[in-house]
């Protein structure tokens, strides 16, 4: 039996809120776009004096659709003021980084976003990354990513899913976003245990929920509290979540921090 350790960079998810060219001195223009136009020191002054937009690029209902409105809810008491929530999923959230870095960098339109950010670029799929924003806040540093599996299916460990899939190559499904760091997470797991997982690309964490209620995948990357309640009720199994050690919000789910074939 050999020993692997996952990829560090799965084991935190970091979900911050990120201003296009904003500073705490003063505003600049961003990197892209050509019609923004660099706000007057009144107004500066006098900011916020009307309602803040928050950019989620993901679909509604998932776990980052979920931190941003939470935030936004006592956010606006402490600021006194109003964030609205907007969705714009498309392209591992490329598409709605992009609204932001292009917006006038007033600090009316910010982005609740997180690592995709930085791995959209390794992938290819945008030209710009965290760099090209000025970073207002991390919000949280989510260790609790899991793999969550059918309640009655026969691998509730990672070691199981991993030996199911060598077993079955190509045959286990893996919902995720294609060039997305839940894409990123299944390749680590294979190379860590010699796993063969099929892809899916079904969207955001709302609609790999739904694809795993309807039987369309048999794996679903997704944050441990986003699937609390259908754990609880036997809908949906854990088979780890990553990180390197268990804990008490997550209910002690063993970790696959070191996974093994």
Not at 143 to 161: C, S
């Amino acid at each position: 039996m050999k020993t692997h350790t996952l990829c560090p960079i799965l084991l935190a998810s970091a979900l911050a809120l990120l201003l296009s060219g904003c500073t705490t001195v003063g505003f600049h223009a961003p990197t892209f776009g050509s019609e923004n136009k660099v706000p007057s020191t009144d107004q500066i002054d006098a900011y916020p004096n009307r309602p803040i937009e928050i950019i989620v690029p993901t679909g509604a209902g998932g776990d980052t659709d979920l931190g941003a409105r939470l935030l936004g809810r006592y956010l606006g008491e402490e600021m006194d003021t109003s964030f609205v929530v907007t969705n714009i999923a498309g392209a591992g959230g490329s598409m709605g980084s992009r609204e932001v870095l292009e917006a006038d960098p007033d600090g009316y339109k910010v982005l609740f976003f997180h690592n995709n950010l930085l791995i959209n670029k390794l992938y290819g799929l945008s030209t710009f990354n965290h760099n090209d924003f000025k970073i207002a806040g991390i919000a949280l540093m989510d260790h609790g990513d899991t793999f969550i599996v059918h309640g009655d299916a026969p691998y509730q460990t990672a070691n199981e899913l991993a030996q199911a899939s060598i077993e079955q190559p190509g045959e286990l499904s893996f919902a995720t976003e294609v060039g997305g760091y839940t894409h990123l997470q299944m390749m680590a797991f294979e190379e860590a245990t010699g796993a063969d997982l099929k892809p899916i690309d079904v969207g955001g964490a709302s609609d790999k929920l739904v694809a795993l209620l309807g039987g369309q995948v048999d794996i679903v990357p997704i944050a441990y509290g986003v699937t609390a309640d259908y754990i609880e009720n036997g809908d949906f199994a854990s088979v780890g979540v990553l990180s390197s050690e268990q804990h008490a919000l997550y209910d002690n789910t063993p970790t696959f921090f070191r996974a093994r074939h």
